[in-house]
């Protein structure tokens, strides 16, 4: 998609630093969500299933809005899909506000599934978007530089939690049943409400930046955003990536990924805790931040390996090596498992933005426009899996639900070495 106007674009760095900071922005969201399950799970007192209910109530936003997000920015465009995006992730963070006031669980997953909604625009335009500023041959390496500046948001979306969120309060079952009616009743609505200054200022940020974004001049692209929202699935382009193997690959394998992605992350605090008894809801956070460092070494890391080594065989081997890793957590819990859980999230690095640009390559432009809808719509496996993981937990142990993502980086695996076989005939 070539842009009108580059070297006008080129001139202007304040287009470039607003698109960036989405992949921020949305890092941080994401992560966010591993503080609510710990904090929701105190705050409600909730099982493993039920937390995990954070995370299913997001991704289902995305599953649900990633095909309208396409369809949308396919007839307006990808400035006003960004702005439209970013007012609904500000208006679902400010949402959290009434949610606490009313101590309302259900209310915090709806907050949750706007949020989502917001993001799956963004990520809906803002991924392939990467993908075509540039020669074709290095689209892949281009979305992974890109992607890294997403951990940079989860870091800063952990440390948020872990410093503004969680009080350092912890209360045993004993402690709990000692108090008296109004104690306890204290004690929860306290944890809830520390939700909602985090929130609100998080909202009126992202509704800011979503004015900032509309004021600013974008460089616009030269294909016009004039066709029906229908022709490019009546087209018979939804009915062709359908009967494409290499693509339905790519979904399944994205679904399976992210599902591992946000299991992990979402049940490390939980992990660490069961396996390292004494350790308290802040302590357990430095190794969620320790992962999310490891995450975005990765990406700097995998995009530069990729000079030297064909992504396809780079996500085949860093696949493999997570495989591993999750089942010594399995195995090992402890000290040295939640070891293997930070070394994990370097070799997830790669995947996400592997998988998506492999997805689209060498697409026309309604194919990648649909495909990347459809990519986005696989995220819906880290609501699946997160409560998957949260019902083995539940019936056994949170060290013994690791075989969920060490399954599914087997898959990712597969698929990449499919994906390899296949360019080396």
Same mark, same amino acid.
């Given at each position: @998609?070539?842009?009108? +106007?580059?070297?006008? =674009?080129?001139?202007?760095? $304040?287009? &470039?630093?607003? #698109?960036?900071? %989405?992949? !921020? ?47 949308? @920015?396919?007839?307006? +465009?990808?400035?006003? =899909?960004?702005?439209?995006? $970013?007012? &609904?992730?500000? #208006?679902?963070? %400010?949402? !959290? ?329």
């Amino acid at each position: @998609m070539p842009v009108a +106007g580059a070297s006008e =674009a080129g001139r202007s760095w $304040l287009p &470039l630093v607003l #698109i960036v900071s %989405l992949f !921020f922005l949305w890092g941080g969201a994401n992560n966010l969500n591993d503080v609510l399950i710990a904090q929701f799970k105190k705050a409600f007192v909730l099982s493993d299933f039920r937390a995990g209910l954070v995370q299913s109530a997001f991704y289902l936003g995305y599953f649900l809005i990633a095909m309208p997000a396409g369809i949308y @920015m396919r007839r307006f +465009g990808y400035k006003s =899909a960004v702005i439209f995006g $970013l007012m &609904l992730y500000g #208006i679902g963070a %400010l949402l !959290f506000w009434p949610a606490a006031e009313r101590a309302t669980y259900g209310m915090f997953l709806f907050a949750l599934f706007v949020i989502a909604s917001g993001l799956a625009f963004l990520e809906t335009s803002a991924n392939p978007f990467v993908t075509l500023l540039g020669s074709p041959e290095t689209a892949t390496r281009r979305l992974n530089w890109a992607q890294a500046f997403n951990p940079l948001g989860s870091i800063a979306g952990i440390l948020i939690g872990q410093h503004f969120i969680f009080s350092g309060v912890e209360h045993t079952p004993e402690q709990l049943a000692a108090m008296s009616d109004a104690e306890r009743t204290a004690y929860y609505v306290s944890e809830t409400h520390a939700v909602q200054w985090p929130y609100l200022v998080i909202g009126i940020v992202v509704l800011c930046w979503a004015l900032l974004i509309l004021i600013t001049r974008f460089p616009r692209p030269i294909t016009a955003h004039t066709a029906s929202a229908s022709s490019a699935v009546g087209g018979g382009v939804m009915s062709k990536l359908l009967r494409d193997k290499s693509f339905i690959g790519a979904l399944l394998s994205q679904f399976f990924y992210v599902g591992a992605q946000v299991g992990v992350w979402s049940y490390t605090i939980r992990y660490v805790q069961a396996s390292m008894p004494g350790t308290t809801h802040r302590e357990a956070a430095n190794f969620l931040t320790a992962e999310l460092v490891c995450f975005m070494v990765g990406r700097f890391a995998g995009a530069a390996l990729m000079k030297y080594a064909a992504p396809v065989r780079l996500l085949m081997t860093f696949a493999a090596i997570n495989v591993v890793l999750m089942l010594y957590a399995l195995a090992v819990p402890g000290l040295s498992g939640a070891c293997a859980l930070a070394a994990c999230s370097f070799f997830m690095s790669v995947m996400y933005p592997t998988i998506f640009a492999l997805g689209v390559e060498g697409r026309g432009d309604d194919e990648r426009k649909l495909g990347s809808a459809m990519l986005v719509m696989t995220i819906i496996g880290g609501a699946v899996l997160t409560a998957v993981m949260g019902a083995i937990s539940d019936h056994s142990s949170i060290a013994d639900a690791m075989i969920v993502p060490a399954c599914s980086f087997a898959i990712v695996g597969f698929f990449a070495w499919r994906r390899a076989a296949q360019s080396a005939n």
